[in-house]
């Protein structure tokens, strides 16, 4: 095997890491409202969210060619391929991809392990701007595509950035205040039930559009990565080994079940019950398949938990926890430039030490930093027998439930 393949290999396990971790990460965003009602099981809940992702991964590569193009300028000015980057069997622009997940991957776990649902797009594309950043500088990375329009990172990443959470907020508080007074008059049982089955189906849109949205933006990352080493020449389409790939990481993340965020979620933020869970799922799958369509890289994150927000405001005299929405939103404005700074650290180390050392150090921290917060996690777990917990305002995750006394001590 040529060190080029090995590299390659490296980052494309790694980019799988990634949508593995995309998966349970976000699991909470089509799944915490239903778990939260009742409407669904834990596990249930889980396992059609998987089957959904999985399903989704195919209906579209609009974000999948967005992730390729927008975020490395990968072509000169005369729209041909950078030479600098391909030189070499395209080993600069490998290490910036592979630094870019790992710091994408790390910021993925941090904040599953603190229960933030922060967006683990913006971990990704902050990863790969800080690597590209530290390898090409600021002109690496292609900020406002060719200048005639909105695209790019700008146009495909910043403005649905900060535009997609607003929109959530003001449809789903519009839905949530419909849904009440048309229903006030129903008795309240009756009301209750029949919504449950209407998030079911809500609920299932959410994870479709998910995988329509979040698995491509892996896909894209790999096909970088082949454009790389002349594997792949083709910037219009995604190959179909990734794309089968993709999908089944991704499912397999989310069938996993992310509960540390979906009990921030479906318990910390709002007072959830079916009606309002039914119009925050709508308004979130409507919004983020809107925005599939139209190739905006957005947070399916910052979308459902826009809606969530929306629902507490659209019901009168909904409790909604402004200090745990305090603390999501201080997430979201620091996802990408601290993914950003982990991406520039990791592409210093590997380019130090070398074509093959740098990856491979690269990779290995990124599994010892995985392995790190993963035993942490286990200290306070959380899973699907306890992530309907009643909340306590001074812990993100349920305390651990106390050891049982012995008979004769009882006694």
Not at 34 to 47: E, F, H
Not at 146 to 169: E, F, N, R
Not at 174 to 190: E, K, M, N, P, S
Not at 313 to 325: E, S
Request: aromatic content about 6%; proline content about 4%; glycine content about 14%.
């Amino acid at each position: 095997m040529s060190s080029q393949t090995f590299v390659l290999a490296l980052v494309v396990v790694t980019a799988l890491g990634f949508d593995f971790t995309n998966g349970f990460h976000d699991t909470g965003n089509a799944m915490a409202m239903s778990i939260a009602t009742g409407a669904l099981r834990p596990r249930v809940a889980v396992a059609l969210s998987g089957i959904l992702n999985l399903v989704g991964a195919f209906l579209s590569v609009q974000v999948a060619l967005t992730v390729t193009n927008a975020v490395v300028r990968i072509q000169d000015g005369t729209g041909a391929p950078r030479a600098d980057l391909l030189a070499g069997g395209g080993g600069a622009l490998l290490l910036i991809v592979l630094a870019g997940l790992v710091g994408g991957v790390i910021w993925n776990l941090l904040t599953w392990l603190l229960g933030l649902p922060s967006s683990s797009s913006h971990a990704l594309f902050g990863g790969l701007i800080g690597a590209t950043i530290a390898g090409l500088g600021l002109s690496g990375v292609n900020w406002n595509g060719d200048g005639s329009k909105l695209d790019g990172v700008v146009g495909k990443v910043m403005l649905p950035a900060l535009i997609s959470p607003v929109v959530a907020v003001l449809v789903a508080s519009v839905g949530t205040w419909l849904i009440f007074a048309v229903t006030r008059g129903v008795a309240a049982g009756f009301a209750q039930k029949r919504f449950r089955w209407g998030q079911i189906g809500t609920a299932s849109m959410v994870s479709l559009a998910h995988g329509t949205n979040d698995a491509q933006k892996t896909m894209g990352v790999i096909t970088l990565a082949l454009l790389a080493t002349g594997r792949w020449t083709d910037l219009t389409s995604i190959p179909v080994w990734v794309k089968v790939a993709c999908a089944a990481a991704i499912a397999a993340g989310t069938w996993l079940g992310g509960w540390r965020i979906i009990r921030t979620l479906g318990k910390g933020l709002v007072e959830i019950d079916a009606p309002q869970g039914l119009a925050a799922d709508a308004s979130t799958a409507t919004v983020i398949l809107a925005s599939s369509h139209l190739g905006f890289a957005l947070s399916t994150t910052h979308v459902a938990t826009g809606s969530i927000l929306g629902t507490g405001i659209g019901r009168p005299g909904a409790q909604v926890r402004w200090r745990v929405a305090g603390r999501m939103v201080a997430a979201w404005l620091i996802t990408l430039p601290a993914a950003a700074v982990v991406g520039g650290v990791m592409w210093w180390i590997g380019h130090l030490l070398g074509d093959v050392a740098g990856p491979v150090v690269i990779f290995v921290v990124l599994l010892a930093a995985a392995l790190a917060m993963y035993l942490r996690s286990r200290k306070a777990p959380v899973g699907a027998d306890n992530v309907n917990d009643e909340w306590d305002e001074g812990a993100a995750v349920p305390a651990p439930a106390p050891a049982p006394v012995p008979q004769e001590v009882a006694a």
